[in-house]
């Protein structure tokens, strides 16, 4: 077994290739800034983001250690998003330290409150607004997709073109059974989640649901969402539905392009004593 002081070095020197490639990643921001700027594109990318965090955070096979690599995924992407602002508009803001989201034990109040539920659409944005309510409401955070494709290793798509639809929604079952077993998490739904009542049923005994409502024009799709592909069959899935999201939520939020109204509605909601 190594020692003291050999560990201690060794942390050194992965500290010392953290920074390395810190500064290094700091520095793309930078040159992607500066193509999307000439290129006359949008700075901020908020699908791509979720992608990110969604495919990275999947690889992290230690179940203990995933939600701190999401901490630290989630801290990384809001210091890219801030660097962007600052070289968008010059003007150098204060670099706070973020609100960290560890896996701690149930927090003063969570008990009252039970767990928080995404439930809608395919590139709604359930994934990136449960991230940073978890992190704002110091609860930890749950992604069924992210759990499906853990266990079976392999991207959704794969999986569904070799055992179809009707597996996969098994393994979706199972996985929502075990996060809605949880207490103080926020859950970030699939958006084919819904259609079983079962699946709903056992989420709304855990916690309190919310229909992430996004217009069809600013919905996202991406390589995990097979089920929802791009044009008209994503209306058409919307269509098929929207009634069930809408019936089976507790509470719906009409999506802003401003993540944080849309958070801020929902910490407000949740947090209320009052609620009938």
Known sequence: MKSLEELRAEIDGIDDEMRS??????????QIHAYKKSAGAEVYDPARERQMLEKNEALVEDEELRPYYACFLMNNTALSRQYQRQLSTGVAEEVASPAVFVPEEITAGAEET?????????????????????????????DVDV????????????????????SFRKL???IIEKLASLTNTVIATGGGSV????????????????FIDRPMDFLSASHRRP????????????????????????????????????IDVIVRDFLKKDRP
């Open 114 to 142: 039970g767990n928080l539920i995404l439930i809608g659409m395919p590139g709604s944005g359930k994934s990136t607004i449960g991230r940073l309510l978890a992190e704002k409401l110091g609860m930890r955070f749950a």
């Open 172 to 174: 979706e079952k199972e």
């Open 195 to 210: 259609l079983k009542k079962e699946n709903m049923a056992v989420l709304r005994k855990s916690g309190r649901i919310y």
């Open 21 to 30: 490639l810190f500064i290094k990643r700091m520095e793309t921001v930078r």
């Open 147 to 166: 759990e499906i494709i853990r266990m079976i290793k392999m991207p959704i798509a794969d999986y569904l073109a070799e055992y179809g639809e009707e």
């Open 227 to 262: 089920l929802s592909e791009g044009g008209d069959r994503l209306k058409d899935r919307l269509k098929e539905r929207y009634r069930m999201y809408s019936e089976e939520c507790d509470f719906r939020i009409e999506a802003v392009p401003d993540m944080e109204e849309n």
